[in-house]
Every structure is written in structure tokens, then in C-alpha cells.
């Protein structure tokens, strides 16, 4: 059973992949990244609890509805520790918090990705519920 799960992880595209693609502006690369991110949801985060994600989302939520993108940037790194704990305690959780490590760094690198970075985490918890029980 546990090697099945580790092989249906490998699988999935990595998340930071996912969201350059989300990036990038245009119709069709936006609707092949969320097709791709749900299929990374229905493998990565399906065994994920309900409540986890909405915790998750509440510190994302919380984040975008700071007024200063410099206070906005301060929060989406703090999420990086607040994840890591989240994963020590949940293992199912693991591979997300690889993965989202990743798109931080990419959007601290590139402010302009910051409104992005919001749009595409309520996209994450809005599959999550398509597949949680």
C-alpha cells in the first residue's frame, strides 16, 4: 500500500511547474495548468483532511488581504515554516510543502506573481474539495 502511494506521488507534475505554467498569462496555458493541478490535487492531496486545507487556505486568505505587498511577501514566507510543521505532523502532507516551498521561492524572486500565487492556492483548496470525503 505505502509503495503504491509513493508511486502515484512520483507521478504528479511538480506543483512549481504547474504554477510557472499558470503564469504565464495566456488561455490555454492557464486551463492546461488547472487541468494539471487537478490532477496533482486528486493525487498528492486526497488523503489530505478537509480541515487541514481550510487551514492552509485560512493562512493564504489571511495573507492576501494584507494592504502592503511587502507585508503580503513577509506572510506567504512565514507560510513556509507554518506548512513544515503542518507536514511534520501529517506526512500525507509532505510533498505538498516540498512543492510549495518551491512556488514561494519563485514568487518572492518575482513580486509581479504575487496576485498569482493567491489565485492559484484557491484553486489547490478548491479541487481539494472536489475530492475530499
Not at 5 to 23: C, G, N, V, Y
Not at 60 to 81: C, G, H, M, P, W
Amino acid at each position: 500500500m505505502r509503495f503504491q502511494q509513493e508511486e502515484r506521488l512520483q507521478a504528479a507534475k511538480p506543483l512549481h511547474s504547474i504554477f510557472e505554467r499558470f503564469t504565464k498569462g495566456d488561455a490555454v496555458s492557464v486551463s492546461d495548468a488547472l487541468d494539471e493541478l487537478d490532477k496533482y490535487v486528486s493525487e498528492v492531496l486526497r488523503f489530505v483532511p478537509s480541515s487541514k486545507m481550510r487551514n492552509i487556505y485560512a493562512l493564504i486568505k489571511r495573507a492576501s488581504l494584507q494592504t502592503n505587498d511587502e507585508v503580503k511577501l513577509k506572510e506567504i514566507v512565514y507560510f513556509k515554516y507554518k506548512i513544515a510543521y503542518m507536514a511534520a505532523r501529517d506526512s500525507n502532507l509532505k510533498r505538498f510543502e516540498r512543492d510549495m516551498v518551491e512556488v514561494i521561492k519563485s514568487v518572492v524572486q518575482d513580486k509581479v506573481l504575487l496576485d498569482n500565487f493567491f489565485t492559484f492556492a484557491e484553486a489547490i483548496v478548491a479541487f481539494h474539495k472536489k475530492y475530499a470525503k
